[in-house]
């Protein structure tokens, strides 16, 4: 099956530092990339979708100079939340796809906490 | 826009089925079901695609009336693995592989 690889698992970071999330797509390349936030015990909220080569497309409400997306080959985009505060702490999941079964497959996902 | 999900959660004994339902106001392009557990990423499911899709795997089966812009997910003969909050995530014409997902439904199979 797909695999998507998303790192780190989990981060700590102090508020006003940055935080770069990575999420590779093992065996297959992946056109596009999604970013999501998930809140405690509420679903997934999609931020960004993010296609090789061109500039992320954001949702409503999500800030693309604080969400920096990059996604400079098939197989990667990173997810950089900048100058961090309390309130960006969150579950950050990828996906990516489609994959070969047509699907898309989430990366483990980035538990981000800030302090 | 989101989709609507219903139950918002049910218990179940093992060996008890289950049916979670997931209906959009829009007209949708495919259907995907996935599976969380606490603490973990979405598993995905399946996928199914406009066209009147039924399918399964195992005891987890899924159907897809695109009229309606509804998708059903039916588990049988729940076992306890089957525990977690399930997903719909839904895809419209021009949304460009973009899903967006309902609230979700909390199953919890118990022995």
């Known amino acids: 099956g797909a695999v998507v690889s998303q790192h780190p698992s989990w981060v700590i970071c102090k508020s006003g530092t940055s935080v770069k999330i990575e999420c590779r797509s093992l065996?297959?390349?992946?056109?596009?990339m999604f970013w999501y936030r998930q809140f405690p015990k509420q679903s997934l909220m999609l931020m960004a979708t993010s296609n090789e080569g061109s500039k992320a497309t954001y949702e409503q409400g999500v800030e693309k100079d604080k969400f920096l997306i990059n996604h400079a080959s098939l197989t990667l985009s990173t997810l950089t939340v900048t100058s961090a505060h309390p309130e960006d702490s969150s579950f950050y999941i990828c996906?990516?796809?489609?994959?070969?079964?047509?699907?898309?497959?989430f990366g483990s996902g980035t538990r981000l906490t800030v302090v | 826009q989101q989709p609507v999900q219903s139950p918002q959660a049910v218990i179940l004994r093992e060996g008890e089925d289950a049916v979670i339902n997931c209906s959009s106001s829009?007209?949708?392009?495919?259907v995907h079901w996935y599976r969380q557990k606490h603490g973990e990423a979405p598993v995905f499911l399946m996928i199914?695609?406009?066209?009147?899709e039924q399918k399964g795997h195992e005891k987890i089966s899924a159907s897809f009336n695109e009229k309606k812009q509804q998708s059903s997910l039916y588990l049988t003969a729940s076992q306890l693995s089957y525990s977690g909050t399930y997903f719909c995530g839904t895809e419209g014409p021009n949304s460009g592989y973009a899903l967006n997902f309902g609230k979700g439904t909390s199953l919890l199979v118990t022995p």
């Open positions: 996906s990516a796809g489609p994959d070969r079964a047509g699907g898309y497959t």
């Open positions: 199914l695609l406009k066209g009147g």
């Open positions: 065996d297959f390349q992946a056109t596009t």
């Open positions: 829009k007209a949708l392009y495919s």
